[in-house]
């Protein structure tokens, strides 16, 4: 009975496969007439409720979109309507009203996979965010493949999340760590990279968009060079999803993390997407309800994937949100919201170089949404609060990302992050704060 009802779930949850192709599954199910071609995006910001308001005085001016992203009021009212309405457990009611929140719930995979164009429903887990899609990758595929003397390779601009997981699992299992350096312009150093790989290597984990620089690393390239040495590969996308169209089949990656938080989604929410392949033979990560089989103190079976992966009652609510998000931004056209904010992050480079005494921490020929600078004789904390005072927020420090801020040898930038209802004004402002700031400092 239990293996009937399981499979019935399995069946009304997963739909068949969706094979290759680079235009998205929501794309081609969307009239080509409601994707907006030319986008206005200053009529967008007024989507944003809470950039309407002023902070100590000043019209907000909100640059620390790498931290977290703002919300849409749409995705703010499907919250809302969840709550009020709809809120009830899901995968186990037989009530209707458990059924449809299993149904909206279960709604946001099939737009995930539209979204990330990946193959199969199934290919798309549920987690709180990227850190905790890496740490399940470490923890389930590290135990499962590696052994004393195998290769995780590393690069030298990962953030914590990318880091600490895989220091774990190396701890457990033996396997060593080895880390791609960075050029000083902010790129990988490709050729160290290749240099690196060996049979040895059994995992590549590297960052798709560095937060700390705005580098775009060439993650098919990464990945094509790993695949040759049969090593698998995971990408953190926390900072490229928001920002450019991701297409994991073209990518050709084994593993791909990212935060619902930072797609102008809900906290709390996160996918990784896995290949079926591996996900069908990694063990799980949590136990509880939800991820198993049949359960009795002498064995328990377990689910089959992706709910192997997702023990207890999951974050509904924020997955269900994380849907409206993706809608939102589907709307909008991920290649519009690329093609803005190039325009406006290179505008930022041009007017930031001009102030005296700035100077980048990664200067890379691909840049997305991420500015980050130094001034030798102001700490970046000290340019944070300044700026905070004029009602504009940005984020200074390490950026959770400290041995590449070792590498450039600063302990903190002041770091600007971008998002599509950003505006040149915008820009203009943070100038106009960056002098200001200047000013409590003669030299
Ligand atoms: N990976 C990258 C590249 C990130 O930028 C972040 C968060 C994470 C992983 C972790 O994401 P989480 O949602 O699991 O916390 N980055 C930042 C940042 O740059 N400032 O605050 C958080």
């Known amino acids: 009975?239990?293996?009937?009802?399981?499979?019935?779930?399995?069946?009304?949850?997963?739909?068949?496969?969706?094979?290759?192709?680079?235009?998205?599954?929501?794309?081609?199910?969307?009239?080509?007439?409601?994707?907006?071609?030319?986008?206005?995006?200053?009529?967008?910001?007024?989507?944003?409720?809470?950039?309407?308001?002023?902070?100590?005085?000043?019209?907000?001016?909100?640059?620390?979109?790498?931290?977290?992203?703002?919300?849409?009021?749409?995705?703010?009212?499907?919250?809302?309507?969840?709550?009020?309405?709809?809120?009830?457990?899901?995968?186990?009611?037989?009530?209707?009203?458990?059924?449809?929140?299993?149904?909206?719930?279960?709604?946001?995979?099939?737009?995930?996979?539209?979204f990330i164009n990946s193959r199969y429903n199934e290919e798309i887990v549920y987690t709180t965010g990227t850190t905790d899609s890496i740490n399940l990758v470490?923890?389930?595929?590290?135990?499962?493949?590696?052994?004393?003397?195998?290769?995780?390779?590393?690069?030298?601009?990962?953030?914590?999340?990318?880091?600490?997981?895989?220091?774990?699992?190396?701890?457990?299992?033996?396997?060593?760590?080895?880390?791609?350096?960075?050029?000083?312009?902010?790129?990988?150093?490709?050729?160290?990279?290749?240099?690196?790989l060996s049979k040895k290597t059994k995992m590549v984990a590297v960052i798709h968009v560095s937060n700390a620089l705005g580098t775009v690393n060439p993650v098919k390239e990464i990945t094509a060079l790993a695949h040759e040495f049969g090593a698998a590969v995971l990408i953190d996308g926390a900072q490229s999803v928001p920002h450019q169209p991701v297409d994991v089949q073209d990518i050709d990656c084994d593993f791909y993390a990212f935060s619902a938080h930072k797609m102008c989604g809900p906290t709390g929410f996160g996918i990784l997407y896995g290949k079926k392949e591996h996900l069908d033979q990694m063990p799980p990560y949590r136990g509880g309800g939800d991820m198993i089989d049949k359960v009795s103190f002498e064995e328990t079976t377990y689910n089959?994937?992706?709910?192997?992966?997702?023990?207890?009652?999951?974050?509904?609510?924020?997955?269900?949100?994380?849907?409206?998000?993706?809608?939102?931004?589907?709307?909008?056209?991920?290649?519009?919201?690329?093609?803005?904010?190039?325009?406006?992050?290179?505008?930022?480079?041009?007017?930031?170089?001009?102030?005296?005494?700035?100077?980048f921490i990664g200067e890379p020929e691909h840049r997305a949404s991420v500015l980050s600078f130094v001034f030798d004789e102001i700490h970046a904390s000290d340019i944070g609060t300044l700026l905070d005072k004029r009602g504009?927020?940005?984020?200074?420090?390490?950026?959770?990302?400290?041995?590449?801020?070792?590498?450039?040898?600063?302990?903190?930038t002041t770091r600007a992050s971008l998002s599509f209802y950003n505006t040149r004004e915008d820009i203009d402002r943070l100038v106009d704060g960056i002098e200001y700031?200047?000013?409590?400092f003669e030299f």
């Not at 907006?36 to 907000?60: A, E, T, W, Y």
């Not at 601009?157 to 600490?164: F, S």
Request: hydrophobic residues 40%; charged residues 20%; contains cysteine.
């Open 1 to 114: 009975m239990t293996v009937l009802i399981i499979n019935y779930l399995y069946h009304a949850l997963f739909e068949q496969p969706h094979r290759g192709g680079s235009i998205s599954n929501i794309y081609s199910q969307m009239p080509q007439s409601s994707i907006i071609s030319k986008v206005d995006f200053d009529k967008i910001r007024k989507d944003f409720p809470v950039l309407d308001q002023k902070v100590n005085g000043h019209p907000l001016v909100y640059l620390d979109n790498g931290a977290s992203s703002q919300m849409p009021a749409k995705v703010a009212d499907r919250l809302d309507h969840y709550h009020r309405y709809e809120h009830a457990n899901v995968h186990r009611g037989i009530h209707t009203l458990s059924q449809k929140a299993t149904d909206a719930y279960e709604e946001t995979r099939r737009k995930i996979r539209g």
């Open 138 to 196: 470490a923890n389930s595929f590290g135990s499962l493949h590696f052994k004393e003397g195998d290769e995780i390779i590393l690069s030298q601009m990962e953030h914590h999340a990318n880091i600490v997981p895989w220091q774990m699992i190396a701890e457990k299992t033996g396997a060593v760590i080895r880390v791609i350096p960075v050029l000083d312009n902010g790129e990988l150093d490709m050729e160290a990279y290749k240099s690196l």
């Open 392 to 412: 504009i927020a940005v984020r200074t420090g390490h950026h959770c990302a400290q041995p590449i801020l070792r590498r450039f040898d600063v302990p903190a």
């Open 304 to 359: 089959v994937a992706p709910l192997r992966f997702e023990a207890g009652t999951p974050p509904i609510a924020a997955g269900i949100g994380t849907a409206a998000a993706v809608d939102y931004l589907t709307q909008i056209g991920m290649k519009n919201i690329a093609e803005h904010e190039q325009e406006l992050v290179q505008y930022g480079y041009e007017q930031l170089k001009k102030i005296e005494g700035l100077r």
């Open 437 to 440: 700031a200047k000013s409590f």
